[in-house]
């Protein structure tokens, strides 16, 4: 008899451990098809009608309100670009005077995770930097001030870190940061936003949107 309740208590817990499982498999899997990405050879495509003003990032003349992306694999960007398969893996914003605010990822004190720092002594320079693209909105004046308040305050308050929107208030990726501005600001009116927004999505919409955005400078490599 006591056999027989072992057997089904061993039998309940394998249905339930393969239970979770399947779910598992099944919210992992919709977690990554509710990614927006790109694939090498659609970036190419984006950009081949587009002229450069720059070739190197150090080069180009950045203006306030310009938006830079990058595909450059470090130990931040790594598990991101691994197990997501982006084609740009980071983003950040040109406030003015050299300085860029971006949400540069988890750090050990977690008021780093969003901050304004000097664009000449960032790591925007890398040599490592395997493709940029400067993406400059056509919009100024009250605008580009909100955004440039907004984001110089989020940047300034301790309660805002880096992650998932969707997991946390105060919560905020480095195309979140920007993105949400351009949504307050009605520079960009859509309702079909993809769930988890990622750089990718940044380019897609400055190329399929000309009338709003033009691309003043980039480096394309496979």
Request: aromatic share 14%; net charge neutral.
């Amino acid at each position: 008899m006591a056999r027989n309740s072992n057997s089904k208590l061993v039998a309940t817990i394998i249905v339930i451990v393969l239970l979770f499982l399947v779910m598992g498999i099944y919210f992992a899997h919709k977690f990554y098809n509710s990614i927006f990405r790109l694939s090498p050879d659609q970036v190419s495509s984006s950009l081949n009608t587009k002229i450069s003003e720059c070739k190197k990032i150090s080069d180009c003349k950045l203006l306030s309100g310009d938006i830079l992306m990058r595909r450059y694999v470090t130990s931040k960007t790594w598990a991101f670009n691994e197990f997501v398969h982006p084609y740009f893996t980071h983003s950040a914003f040109y406030l003015n005077d050299d300085q860029i605010v971006e949400a540069i990822g988890r750090e050990k004190n977690y008021q780093d995770e969003i901050q304004i720092s000097k664009f000449s002594k960032s790591d925007w320079l890398d040599s490592g930097i395997e493709s940029f693209v400067i993406v400059r909105p056509k919009y100024s004046g009250e605008k580009l001030s909100n955004i440039k308040i907004n984001l110089t305050a989020i940047a300034n308050d301790p309660n805002y870190r880096f992650g998932l929107p969707q997991f946390g208030h105060k919560q905020i990726t480095c195309a979140d940061l920007i993105l949400e501005q351009l949504f307050n600001e009605k520079i960009i009116v859509t309702s079909t936003a993809p769930q988890i927004i990622t750089p990718d999505y940044l380019f897609w919409l400055a190329v399929t949107n000309p009338h709003n955005f033009e691309i003043i400078g980039y480096s394309f490599h496979r």
